[in-house]
């Protein structure tokens, strides 16, 4: 049964344990700044609504086909973030489903029925990866503090006891559940570390601490994309929660430990590569803009600077399509994206980025900061001369340039664009991580044969 928004803001009222800057916060929804992002979420639960007793989000469907698979990509976006990190949830449990052939199918049955459960009840689920991790040189085991990385402490007939902290997780007190899996691989020893299960946000014991980059500002003018949509950061703290059995998807079986790490980033970095990719389009369109408006657009060195975003935006979309035509496919036909084009994208994407914005904000000029509030037309003293100084010429009204600029700077130079800028970078793993796996997935072996072939040597010298 699908949720409306208003059913989807009641649910949030569950006792859950969430905190901001130093306070409580009981009643998320009507928190004044947190709030405003639970309005959104519940603006998609009206949006995708069916009354239809079994009907299931179409947001959540698993793709079987890359046509499938691309199609997905617009409708999460409209969706938004809530509707991302669920679905990237459940691709995680139903690639890691595929991947434990091997151990007791009585994790993949709990994997299974868990994943109807979210479908059936429409839950937004948020992915709890990234531990504490404590000094990152040492292993989970010979850290000072043993819940440095989340782990088991005390198991029981019906479930287990776990203790840890999840840090930087995107919504978390938006979600109804914690979809709680390793960090990284495990060794002998490691056992209560290789843990991973799903935990109700109002579980006993979970507590929530958000942090975030909406804007303080009263004007959502001055703000027009991080005003219309932001969500939380959540430090999710397990202080001993118990999950009982059906929620526990491995527990001790530490070979396994990487693989829902694994399946996650795949997921979670193609996710990020289809956001890179309408991200790319949109700061070419305001370098175009604004280059327009400044009366540059046809100067050679800022067609130059156009081309090269222009080339960079290219390359990741066409990774992006790379990454989904060439899908793959795991045992029960469910369509995953290639893991090579999408690494090598994401990380060509985010590694690229600075100097997009670069880019950007050398066409664009100063006022990228200095623009005044779209308030400051409204008055009446200096209204018309802010308006009249940002003109530039017959057809280019200063009040469309202020809003430009003001776009300019939400997305890249404010508060949300500190985020952006960090989150290119460090989430799906961080830029490290995506080599490694590019690397992985590259056939080094065709290339060297390609490099012997050129030298004249044959594949006896290797
Ligand atoms: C805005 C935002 C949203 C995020 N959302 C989520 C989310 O929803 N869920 C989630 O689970 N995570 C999320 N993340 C976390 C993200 O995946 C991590 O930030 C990332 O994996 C890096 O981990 P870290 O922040 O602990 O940095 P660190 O692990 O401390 O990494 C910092 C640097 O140290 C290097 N490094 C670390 N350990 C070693 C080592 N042993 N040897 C050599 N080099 C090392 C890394 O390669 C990196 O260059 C989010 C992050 C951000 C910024």
Known sequence: MLMTGRQYR?????????????????????????????????????R?????PDARSPLMVVPRSAQELRERIPLLHEAGMMAHVTYTSIMTLITAAGRLEKLDPVYRQRLQ???DEVQERDLRVTQCITDAKGDRSRPPSQQDDPDAYTRVVERRSDGVVIRGAKLHITGASLGH???TIPTKSMKEGEQDYSIACAVPVNAPGVKIVNTTYAPRHHD????????????????????????????IFLDGEFPYAAVFAHSLGLWERLGGLSAMADEADRLVGLAQLIAEANGLAHVAHIKEKISEMI???????????????????????????????????????????NSMVRHLHDIAGGAVLTTPAIADIENPEVG??????????????????????????DLTADAFGGWKQVTNIQAGGGLYAQRIVTRKHYDLEHAKRLALAAAGLDEDHA
């Open 10 to 46: 009641s649910s949030l009222a569950d006792g859950r344990a969430t905190y901001f800057e130093g306070a409580r916060v009981d009643d998320i929804a009507a928190h004044p700044i947190l709030g405003t992002a639970v309005d959104v979420v519940a603006r998609t639960y009206d």
């Open 48 to 52: 995708w609504y069916s009354p239809e």
């Open 113 to 115: 029925r868990y994943v």
């Open 177 to 179: 559940e914690l979809m």
């Open 220 to 247: 959502p003018r001055d703000f027009p994309v991080s005003g219309r949509d932001h969500y939380p950061e959540g430090f999710v703290i397990f202080d001993d929660v118990f999950v009982p059995e059906e929620r």
């Open 311 to 353: 080339i960079h935006a290219t390359l990741i979309r066409a990774s992006l399509e790379a990454a989904i035509s060439n899908c793959n496919f795991g045992p029960d036909g469910a369509a995953f994206p290639n893991e090579l084009y999408t690494n090598a994208g994401k990380y060509h994407g985010a590694a690229n980025y």
């Open 384 to 409: 018309g001369l802010v308006r009249k100084y940002m003109k530039t010429m017959h057809g280019v009204d200063g009040e469309y340039r202020m809003r430009l600029f003001h776009t300019i700077r």
